[in-house]
């Protein structure tokens, strides 16, 4: 019996030194997660590549839902993705989604082809008619809008950008991703010379203009030529068309769901460019009352003329300012003060 208990101390001790408590558990627990390590590395190692082989076809890569729950929204992923929801179809109307796509692939090709270009960053396009079901997923229902997917969580509410108050230039959308991914896009836009020509032929002609009429410049101080030139710029500057110029707001905004068109943007912090129009064109209505009145007051015409004259111009500055002080309302909410319409 002792010499049994002996053998047994001694296998005891044979296994204790075999298998020392330092490597224990080793092939039940750092192995798997080493495998699943290598399978994520090589799952994501494809996706990049997959993403470079496209971007070098085209700078802005067509998704599908399968495509996008693949390759932006799965994980794993080191790469930030720029979606923008779109519905460029013919029979959705949308001219607004194609002028913001002409800026996002402005944007796009300036990434694409310049020296800091890497895998870090890929621009995508989600049609409505080729993803309907990535819009569901992300409760969206208007269109253009711009996403990103950054490479790690879920996107927050700075990640998705506003295009309502900011427009859709491709330099404010290169401002916006620089402040979410840290990429700087320098914007590089294709030659457009159409402002040089059309500057050339207005100098031609009012050069040929002076050049015939050389013999009698008079027209040059004509008041009433000169206060119409400086009624447009008027006209210009206090509807927004200098603002337009620099956020390059959508002319208008067409809603997916019931197509319903809004020419009015409802806050005071941004504007259509169809707005900037109308509002051109209340002004000149006031406008033309005010001079309507003044000639009726002024001249020296038959009485009846006269008295049709200040009614016309009467009936111009009571109904249109109306009409522009009711748009005032709609985008200042609150206030307080209408005229004839509400």
């Given amino acids: 019996m002792a010499l049994e208990r002996a053998h047994r101390h001694a296998a005891l001790r044979v296994r204790r030194t075999t298998f020392p408590r330092s490597l224990r558990g080793v092939g039940r627990c750092d192995w798997p997660r080493s495998a699943s390590n290598r399978r994520k590395e090589?799952?994501?190692?494809?996706?990049?590549?997959?993403?470079?082989?496209?971007?070098?076809?085209?700078?802005?890569?067509?998704m599908n839902g399968d495509k996008f729950r693949r390759f932006v929204k799965a994980p794993p992923r080191n790469y930030s993705v720029i979606v923008m929801f779109?519905?460029?179809q013919p029979q959705r109307q949308c001219s607004v989604c194609r002028?913001?796509?002409?800026?996002?692939?402005?944007?796009?090709?300036?990434?694409?082809?310049?020296?800091?270009?890497?895998?870090?960053?890929?621009?995508?396009?989600?049609?409505y008619d080729e993803?309907?079901?990535?819009?569901?997923?992300?409760?969206?229902n208007s269109a253009p809008t711009f996403m990103h997917f950054p490479p790690k969580g879920k996107p927050k509410r700075?990640?998705?950008?506003?295009?309502?108050?900011?427009?859709?230039?491709?330099?404010?959308?290169?401002?916006?991703?620089?402040?979410?991914t840290d990429v700087h896009i320098r914007v590089f836009r294709p030659p457009n010379y159409s402002g040089t020509i059309a500057l050339a032929l207005l100098v031609s002609l009012v050069g040929g203009l002076l050049y015939l009429r050389r013999n009698n410049l008079e027209f040059i101080y004509n008041k009433t030529g000169w206060a119409?030139?400086?009624?447009?710029?008027?006209?210009?500057m206090t509807s927004g068309q200098m603002w337009n110029h620099i956020r390059g707001p959508p002319y208008a905004h067409k809603n997916p769901q019931n197509g319903q068109v809004s020419y009015i943007h409802g806050s005071s912090q941004a504007q259509f460019v169809?707005?900037?129009?109308?509002?051109?064109?209340?002004?000149a209505a006031i406008t033309m009352g005010m001079v309507l009145l003044n000639e009726a007051a002024t001249s020296k015409g038959d009485v009846g003329k006269r008295r049709i004259i200040c009614l016309v111009g009467l009936g111009l500055v009571v109904f249109?300012?109306?009409?522009?002080?009711?748009?005032f309302r709609s985008k200042y909410h609150g206030y307080p003060y209408s005229f004839l319409i509400k």
Wanted: hydrophobic share 55%; net charge negative; aromatic share 14%.
């Fill in 228 to 236: 119409m030139a400086a009624l447009c710029v008027v006209f210009a």
């Fill in 320 to 327: 249109f300012f109306s009409f522009l002080l009711s748009i």
């Fill in 131 to 140: 993803g309907a079901d990535v819009f569901q997923q992300l409760n969206m």
């Fill in 42 to 62: 090589n799952l994501l190692a494809e996706k990049v590549e997959q993403l470079m082989e496209w971007s070098s076809r085209r700078s802005v890569i067509r």
């Fill in 99 to 127: 002028q913001a796509n002409e800026e996002y692939q402005v944007l796009a090709n300036s990434w694409r082809y310049s020296s800091a270009f890497s895998n870090k960053l890929f621009f995508t396009i989600v049609d």
């Fill in 158 to 180: 700075a990640d998705t950008f506003d295009l309502q108050r900011i427009g859709f230039a491709a330099e404010q959308l290169a401002k916006w991703i620089a402040d979410r």
């Fill in 86 to 88: 779109t519905a460029l």
């Fill in 274 to 283: 169809a707005e900037s129009h109308i509002i051109l064109l209340l002004n």
